[in-house]
Protein backbone atom coordinates (compact mmCIF):
# COMPACT_ATOMS: atom_id res chain seq x y z
CA UNK A 1 0.00 0.00 0.00
CA UNK A 2 2.99 2.33 0.54
CA UNK A 3 4.22 2.13 -2.98
CA UNK A 4 0.60 3.35 -3.93
CA UNK A 5 0.90 6.89 -2.48
CA UNK A 6 3.82 7.61 -4.61
CA UNK A 7 1.20 7.69 -7.46
CA UNK A 8 0.26 10.97 -6.59
CA UNK A 9 1.76 13.31 -8.98
CA UNK A 10 1.41 17.68 -8.84
CA UNK A 11 -2.21 18.21 -9.41
CA UNK A 12 -1.05 20.87 -12.00
CA UNK A 13 0.05 17.91 -14.23
CA UNK A 14 -1.48 18.55 -17.44
CA UNK A 15 -1.86 14.65 -18.13
CA UNK A 16 -4.13 13.85 -14.96
CA UNK A 17 -7.29 15.55 -13.80
CA UNK A 18 -10.30 14.96 -11.35
CA UNK A 19 -13.35 13.53 -11.21
CA UNK A 20 -16.24 13.97 -8.77
CA UNK A 21 -17.52 10.60 -7.96
CA UNK A 22 -20.95 11.39 -6.33
CA UNK A 23 -22.54 12.51 -4.32
CA UNK A 24 -25.12 11.70 -6.56
CA UNK A 25 -23.65 8.62 -8.10
CA UNK A 26 -25.64 5.87 -8.00
CA UNK A 27 -22.93 3.00 -6.50
CA UNK A 28 -22.40 5.56 -3.51
CA UNK A 29 -25.35 4.32 -2.07
CA UNK A 30 -26.25 8.02 -1.08
CA UNK A 31 -24.52 11.22 -1.06
CA UNK A 32 -20.40 10.46 -0.32
CA UNK A 33 -18.55 11.87 -2.66
CA UNK A 34 -15.53 10.71 -3.60
CA UNK A 35 -12.72 13.27 -5.10
CA UNK A 36 -10.92 11.29 -7.52
CA UNK A 37 -7.28 12.06 -9.15
CA UNK A 38 -7.01 10.39 -12.55
CA UNK A 39 -4.63 9.32 -15.03
CA UNK A 40 -6.49 8.17 -17.82
CA UNK A 41 -8.31 5.30 -15.65
CA UNK A 42 -5.66 4.86 -12.82
CA UNK A 43 -6.87 6.53 -10.00
CA UNK A 44 -3.32 8.59 -8.56
CA UNK A 45 -5.67 9.30 -5.14
CA UNK A 46 -8.58 9.64 -3.57
CA UNK A 47 -10.53 11.74 -1.30
CA UNK A 48 -14.05 10.64 0.47
CA UNK A 49 -15.88 14.10 1.43
CA UNK A 50 -19.23 13.04 3.77
CA UNK A 51 -21.15 15.82 5.28
CA UNK A 52 -24.04 16.04 2.64
CA UNK A 53 -26.83 14.08 4.61
CA UNK A 54 -25.43 14.66 8.29
CA UNK A 55 -28.41 13.90 10.55
CA UNK A 56 -26.78 15.36 14.17
CA UNK A 57 -27.64 12.24 15.72
CA UNK A 58 -25.17 12.79 18.28
CA UNK A 59 -26.28 16.16 18.92
CA UNK A 60 -30.32 14.99 19.02
CA UNK A 61 -29.32 12.56 22.21
CA UNK A 62 -27.79 15.44 23.86
CA UNK A 63 -31.17 17.10 23.87
CA UNK A 64 -33.70 14.77 24.30
CA UNK A 65 -33.51 11.98 27.62
CA UNK A 66 -32.85 8.59 26.93
CA UNK A 67 -36.29 7.34 26.28
CA UNK A 68 -36.98 9.96 23.56
CA UNK A 69 -33.88 8.71 22.03
CA UNK A 70 -34.78 5.52 21.36
CA UNK A 71 -36.52 5.91 18.07
CA UNK A 72 -33.20 7.44 16.66
CA UNK A 73 -30.94 4.33 17.13
CA UNK A 74 -32.53 2.51 14.06
CA UNK A 75 -31.86 5.32 11.80
CA UNK A 76 -28.15 5.33 12.41
CA UNK A 77 -27.75 2.68 10.24
CA UNK A 78 -31.02 1.75 8.65
CA UNK A 79 -30.20 -1.88 7.10
CA UNK A 80 -28.90 -3.04 10.72
CA UNK A 81 -32.05 -0.97 12.10
CA UNK A 82 -33.36 -3.78 14.65
CA UNK A 83 -29.71 -4.51 15.65
CA UNK A 84 -28.75 -0.69 16.11
CA UNK A 85 -32.15 -0.32 18.43
CA UNK A 86 -31.60 -3.45 20.79
CA UNK A 87 -27.66 -1.83 20.90
CA UNK A 88 -29.26 1.09 22.24
CA UNK A 89 -31.93 -0.79 24.61
CA UNK A 90 -28.82 -3.05 25.95
CA UNK A 91 -26.12 -0.13 26.37
CA UNK A 92 -28.50 1.82 28.86
CA UNK A 93 -29.20 -1.80 30.79
CA UNK A 94 -25.49 -1.68 30.86
CA UNK A 95 -25.53 1.25 32.74
CA UNK A 96 -28.42 0.78 34.94
CA UNK A 97 -27.49 -2.64 35.27
CA UNK A 98 -30.89 -3.79 34.40
CA UNK A 99 -31.23 -7.69 33.89
CA UNK A 100 -33.29 -8.58 31.09
CA UNK A 101 -35.59 -11.64 31.08
CA UNK A 102 -34.14 -14.87 29.28
CA UNK A 103 -37.02 -14.90 26.94
CA UNK A 104 -36.22 -11.14 25.88
CA UNK A 105 -33.16 -12.23 25.75
CA UNK A 106 -33.76 -14.94 22.81
CA UNK A 107 -36.33 -12.78 21.03
CA UNK A 108 -33.65 -10.27 20.65
CA UNK A 109 -31.01 -12.62 19.22
CA UNK A 110 -33.68 -13.97 16.75
CA UNK A 111 -34.40 -10.61 15.29
CA UNK A 112 -31.15 -9.56 15.26
CA UNK A 113 -29.72 -12.00 13.00
CA UNK A 114 -32.44 -11.98 10.73
CA UNK A 115 -32.01 -8.49 10.38
CA UNK A 116 -28.26 -9.28 10.07
CA UNK A 117 -29.43 -11.43 6.93
CA UNK A 118 -31.38 -9.32 5.40
CA UNK A 119 -28.84 -6.16 5.28
CA UNK A 120 -26.73 -8.69 3.80
CA UNK A 121 -28.98 -9.43 1.28
CA UNK A 122 -29.23 -6.12 0.40
CA UNK A 123 -25.97 -6.01 -0.18
CA UNK A 124 -25.46 -8.65 -2.00
CA UNK A 125 -28.20 -7.67 -4.67
CA UNK A 126 -26.83 -3.96 -5.11
CA UNK A 127 -23.05 -5.12 -5.18
CA UNK A 128 -23.71 -7.80 -8.04
CA UNK A 129 -26.33 -4.94 -9.67
CA UNK A 130 -23.65 -2.02 -9.44
CA UNK A 131 -20.91 -4.84 -11.34
CA UNK A 132 -23.66 -4.96 -13.94
CA UNK A 133 -25.38 -8.33 -12.89
CA UNK A 134 -29.33 -7.57 -12.38
CA UNK A 135 -30.63 -10.98 -11.94
CA UNK A 136 -28.83 -11.66 -8.43
CA UNK A 137 -30.54 -7.94 -7.35
CA UNK A 138 -34.12 -9.18 -7.90
CA UNK A 139 -33.37 -12.97 -5.87
CA UNK A 140 -31.96 -11.56 -2.78
CA UNK A 141 -34.80 -8.87 -2.49
CA UNK A 142 -37.39 -11.04 -3.16
CA UNK A 143 -35.89 -13.09 -0.14
CA UNK A 144 -35.41 -10.14 2.00
CA UNK A 145 -38.65 -9.53 1.75
CA UNK A 146 -39.37 -12.84 3.29
CA UNK A 147 -37.51 -11.31 6.21
CA UNK A 148 -38.95 -8.19 5.93
CA UNK A 149 -42.79 -9.71 6.41
CA UNK A 150 -41.96 -12.15 9.62
CA UNK A 151 -40.44 -8.93 11.43
CA UNK A 152 -43.20 -5.95 10.56
CA UNK A 153 -45.88 -9.25 11.89
CA UNK A 154 -44.16 -8.02 15.14
CA UNK A 155 -42.51 -4.76 15.19
CA UNK A 156 -45.26 -3.21 12.64
CA UNK A 157 -42.06 -2.11 10.56
CA UNK A 158 -40.35 -2.98 7.77
CA UNK A 159 -36.84 -0.68 8.10
CA UNK A 160 -36.43 1.12 11.21
CA UNK A 161 -37.40 -0.51 13.99
CA UNK A 162 -37.88 0.55 17.38
CA UNK A 163 -38.91 -3.13 19.22
CA UNK A 164 -36.60 -2.92 21.91
CA UNK A 165 -37.39 -1.32 25.25
CA UNK A 166 -34.86 -0.74 28.36
CA UNK A 167 -35.19 -3.98 30.04
CA UNK A 168 -36.83 -6.33 26.83
CA UNK A 169 -38.97 -5.81 23.97
CA UNK A 170 -42.24 -4.39 22.90
CA UNK A 171 -44.24 -7.17 22.22
CA UNK A 172 -44.24 -11.19 22.77
CA UNK A 173 -44.03 -13.48 20.06
CA UNK A 174 -46.41 -16.05 18.99
CA UNK A 175 -45.96 -20.06 17.17
CA UNK A 176 -46.66 -18.53 13.87
CA UNK A 177 -43.76 -16.50 14.06
CA UNK A 178 -41.56 -19.16 15.22
CA UNK A 179 -42.75 -21.66 12.58
CA UNK A 180 -42.21 -18.58 9.62
CA UNK A 181 -38.82 -18.51 11.02
CA UNK A 182 -37.94 -21.78 11.21
CA UNK A 183 -39.36 -22.08 7.39
CA UNK A 184 -37.47 -19.52 6.14
CA UNK A 185 -34.15 -20.84 7.53
CA UNK A 186 -35.19 -24.20 5.96
CA UNK A 187 -36.17 -22.43 2.42
CA UNK A 188 -32.91 -20.32 2.43
CA UNK A 189 -30.76 -23.08 3.07
CA UNK A 190 -31.58 -24.28 -0.45
CA UNK A 191 -31.38 -20.82 -1.48
CA UNK A 192 -28.10 -20.33 -0.86
CA UNK A 193 -26.51 -22.69 -3.32
CA UNK A 194 -28.46 -21.11 -6.16
CA UNK A 195 -26.75 -17.75 -4.84
CA UNK A 196 -23.33 -19.51 -4.99
CA UNK A 197 -23.64 -21.14 -8.60
CA UNK A 198 -25.37 -17.48 -9.73
CA UNK A 199 -22.68 -15.54 -8.22
CA UNK A 200 -19.63 -16.89 -6.60
CA UNK A 201 -18.80 -19.40 -8.78
CA UNK A 202 -19.17 -16.60 -12.03
CA UNK A 203 -16.07 -16.55 -13.77
CA UNK A 204 -17.20 -12.83 -14.65
CA UNK A 205 -17.84 -11.71 -11.09
CA UNK A 206 -14.58 -13.22 -9.84
CA UNK A 207 -12.87 -11.56 -12.08
CA UNK A 208 -14.22 -8.28 -11.27
CA UNK A 209 -13.93 -9.07 -7.60
CA UNK A 210 -10.54 -11.17 -6.95
CA UNK A 211 -6.89 -9.36 -6.01
CA UNK A 212 -9.12 -6.53 -6.27
CA UNK A 213 -9.28 -3.67 -3.02
CA UNK A 214 -7.29 -5.65 -0.77
CA UNK A 215 -7.44 -4.43 2.76
CA UNK A 216 -4.17 -5.99 4.10
CA UNK A 217 -3.66 -6.68 8.46
CA UNK A 218 -1.57 -3.99 8.52
CA UNK A 219 -4.06 -1.46 6.93
CA UNK A 220 -6.76 -2.86 9.46
CA UNK A 221 -4.58 -2.12 12.43
CA UNK A 222 -3.86 0.99 11.41
CA UNK A 223 -7.59 1.94 10.77
CA UNK A 224 -9.27 -0.32 13.77
CA UNK A 225 -11.13 -2.04 10.98
CA UNK A 226 -13.88 -4.31 11.81
CA UNK A 227 -16.61 -6.63 10.71
CA UNK A 228 -16.58 -8.45 7.38
CA UNK A 229 -13.70 -6.25 5.89
CA UNK A 230 -11.29 -7.41 9.09
CA UNK A 231 -12.65 -10.67 8.90
CA UNK A 232 -11.85 -11.32 5.20
CA UNK A 233 -8.24 -10.47 5.94
CA UNK A 234 -7.82 -13.31 8.34
CA UNK A 235 -8.39 -12.33 11.16
CA UNK A 236 -11.00 -14.34 13.41
CA UNK A 237 -12.61 -11.48 15.84
CA UNK A 238 -16.21 -10.91 16.42
CA UNK A 239 -17.59 -9.07 19.56
CA UNK A 240 -20.70 -11.73 19.62
CA UNK A 241 -17.47 -14.35 19.97
CA UNK A 242 -14.63 -11.90 22.12
CA UNK A 243 -17.31 -10.16 24.29
CA UNK A 244 -20.49 -11.82 24.49
CA UNK A 245 -23.46 -10.03 25.14
CA UNK A 246 -26.86 -10.70 24.84
CA UNK A 247 -26.88 -13.87 25.53
CA UNK A 248 -24.96 -15.00 22.72
CA UNK A 249 -22.36 -16.67 25.08
CA UNK A 250 -24.70 -19.51 25.03
CA UNK A 251 -24.70 -20.33 21.09
CA UNK A 252 -22.50 -22.27 18.92
CA UNK A 253 -21.39 -20.22 15.53
CA UNK A 254 -18.09 -19.82 13.58
CA UNK A 255 -16.16 -16.66 12.51
CA UNK A 256 -15.62 -16.82 8.40
CA UNK A 257 -12.56 -15.49 7.43
CA UNK A 258 -10.69 -15.15 4.38
CA UNK A 259 -8.13 -16.51 2.40
CA UNK A 260 -7.27 -14.57 -0.41
CA UNK A 261 -5.35 -11.93 1.79
CA UNK A 262 -8.46 -9.60 2.22
CA UNK A 263 -9.95 -8.47 -1.37
CA UNK A 264 -13.47 -7.86 -2.69
CA UNK A 265 -13.97 -11.38 -3.04
CA UNK A 266 -12.65 -12.50 -0.02
CA UNK A 267 -15.42 -9.74 1.34
CA UNK A 268 -18.22 -11.60 -0.51
CA UNK A 269 -17.25 -15.15 0.71
CA UNK A 270 -17.34 -14.09 4.41
CA UNK A 271 -20.37 -11.92 4.05
CA UNK A 272 -22.07 -15.09 2.59
CA UNK A 273 -20.97 -17.62 5.29
CA UNK A 274 -21.84 -15.08 7.48
CA UNK A 275 -25.91 -16.16 6.54
CA UNK A 276 -25.10 -19.44 7.14
CA UNK A 277 -23.57 -18.93 10.84
CA UNK A 278 -26.63 -16.14 11.63
CA UNK A 279 -29.51 -19.52 10.88
CA UNK A 280 -27.39 -21.69 12.46
CA UNK A 281 -27.56 -19.17 15.83
CA UNK A 282 -31.09 -18.27 14.93
CA UNK A 283 -32.44 -22.39 14.56
CA UNK A 284 -30.30 -22.59 18.05
CA UNK A 285 -32.24 -20.06 19.34
CA UNK A 286 -35.63 -21.38 17.94
CA UNK A 287 -35.10 -24.90 20.18
CA UNK A 288 -34.34 -23.26 23.21
CA UNK A 289 -36.55 -20.20 23.47
CA UNK A 290 -38.04 -20.42 27.23
CA UNK A 291 -41.50 -19.39 28.46
CA UNK A 292 -41.53 -16.13 30.45
CA UNK A 293 -41.91 -12.63 31.06
CA UNK A 294 -40.64 -10.36 27.94
CA UNK A 295 -39.67 -7.10 30.29
CA UNK A 296 -37.71 -6.42 33.32
CA UNK A 297 -39.97 -6.17 36.76
CA UNK A 298 -39.79 -2.58 38.01
CA UNK A 299 -38.20 -0.70 35.26
CA UNK A 300 -37.21 2.96 36.42
CA UNK A 301 -39.75 5.51 34.24
CA UNK A 302 -37.38 8.13 33.88
CA UNK A 303 -33.72 6.75 32.98
CA UNK A 304 -31.19 8.31 34.85
CA UNK A 305 -27.85 6.33 34.66
CA UNK A 306 -25.25 7.28 37.49
CA UNK A 307 -22.92 9.82 36.92
CA UNK A 308 -20.08 8.21 35.20
CA UNK A 309 -18.49 6.95 31.23
CA UNK A 310 -20.57 3.60 30.23
CA UNK A 311 -19.20 1.66 26.76
CA UNK A 312 -21.49 -1.14 25.61
CA UNK A 313 -20.47 -2.73 21.63
CA UNK A 314 -22.52 -4.64 19.28
CA UNK A 315 -21.48 -6.80 16.11
CA UNK A 316 -23.39 -4.96 13.38
CA UNK A 317 -23.74 -6.34 10.21
CA UNK A 318 -20.87 -3.70 9.00
CA UNK A 319 -18.70 -4.67 11.95
CA UNK A 320 -17.95 -3.18 16.16
CA UNK A 321 -20.90 -1.14 16.84
CA UNK A 322 -20.03 0.91 20.08
CA UNK A 323 -22.21 3.26 22.17
CA UNK A 324 -19.72 5.77 24.81
CA UNK A 325 -22.16 7.43 27.12
CA UNK A 326 -21.09 9.92 29.39
CA UNK A 327 -23.72 10.72 32.48
CA UNK A 328 -24.07 13.55 35.09
CA UNK A 329 -26.64 11.35 37.27
CA UNK A 330 -29.50 13.38 35.12
CA UNK A 331 -32.57 11.95 32.59
CA UNK A 332 -29.86 13.37 29.31
CA UNK A 333 -26.86 12.01 28.74
CA UNK A 334 -23.66 14.63 28.43
CA UNK A 335 -22.40 13.11 25.54
CA UNK A 336 -23.43 9.91 23.24
CA UNK A 337 -20.43 9.27 21.19
CA UNK A 338 -21.16 6.48 18.60
CA UNK A 339 -18.64 4.05 16.83
CA UNK A 340 -19.67 3.73 13.42
CA UNK A 341 -18.12 0.55 11.18
CA UNK A 342 -18.84 2.69 8.11
CA UNK A 343 -16.74 5.36 9.00
CA UNK A 344 -14.12 4.03 9.72
CA UNK A 345 -14.07 1.81 6.84
CA UNK A 346 -14.36 4.62 3.92
CA UNK A 347 -11.76 6.78 6.02
CA UNK A 348 -9.34 3.87 4.26
CA UNK A 349 -10.28 4.83 0.76
CA UNK A 350 -7.73 7.24 0.22
CA UNK A 351 -4.96 4.06 0.58
CA UNK A 352 -7.05 1.08 -1.03
CA UNK A 353 -7.81 3.21 -4.30
CA UNK A 354 -4.99 4.51 -5.43
CA UNK A 355 -3.17 2.29 -7.77
CA UNK A 356 -6.72 0.47 -9.17
CA UNK A 357 -8.90 1.86 -12.06
CA UNK A 358 -11.61 3.99 -11.93
CA UNK A 359 -14.05 0.45 -12.75
CA UNK A 360 -12.45 -1.14 -9.58
CA UNK A 361 -14.00 1.78 -7.49
CA UNK A 362 -17.39 0.82 -7.46
CA UNK A 363 -16.52 -2.91 -6.66
CA UNK A 364 -14.21 -1.93 -3.98
CA UNK A 365 -16.91 0.14 -2.47
CA UNK A 366 -19.38 -2.01 -3.05
CA UNK A 367 -17.50 -4.56 -0.72
CA UNK A 368 -16.90 -2.64 1.90
CA UNK A 369 -21.01 -1.69 2.46
CA UNK A 370 -20.90 1.60 3.84
CA UNK A 371 -24.19 3.00 4.58
CA UNK A 372 -24.08 6.69 4.72
CA UNK A 373 -26.32 7.72 7.64
CA UNK A 374 -24.10 5.32 9.53
CA UNK A 375 -20.92 7.97 8.67
CA UNK A 376 -22.79 11.31 8.63
CA UNK A 377 -24.48 10.70 11.87
Known amino acids: MADTIELVPDASDPETYFLNMGPQH ?6 LRIRLHLEGERILSADPIIGYGHRAHEKMAENRDYLQFLPNSSRIDYLSGMIYNLAYCQAIEHALELEVPERAQIIRIICGELNRISSHLLWLGTFVLDLGGF ?3 LYAF ?7 DILDSITGSRLTYC ?6 VTMDVDDVFLRRTADFCDYFKTRLNEYHELVTDNVIYQHRTRNVGVISTELIQDYALSGPVLRAAGVAQDVRKDEPYGGYERFDFDVPVGDRGGDCFDRHTVRMEEMVQSMRIIEQALACIPDGP ?3 PKVPKRIRPRAGDYYFAVESARGHFGIFITSDGSDVPVRNKLRTPSFVNVSTMPVVLPGTMLADTVAVLGSIDIVVPEIDR
Do not use: N, Q, W
Open 26 to 31: PSTHGV
Open 135 to 137: TPF
Open 142 to 148: DDREKIL
Open 163 to 168: YGRFGG
Open 294 to 296: IMA
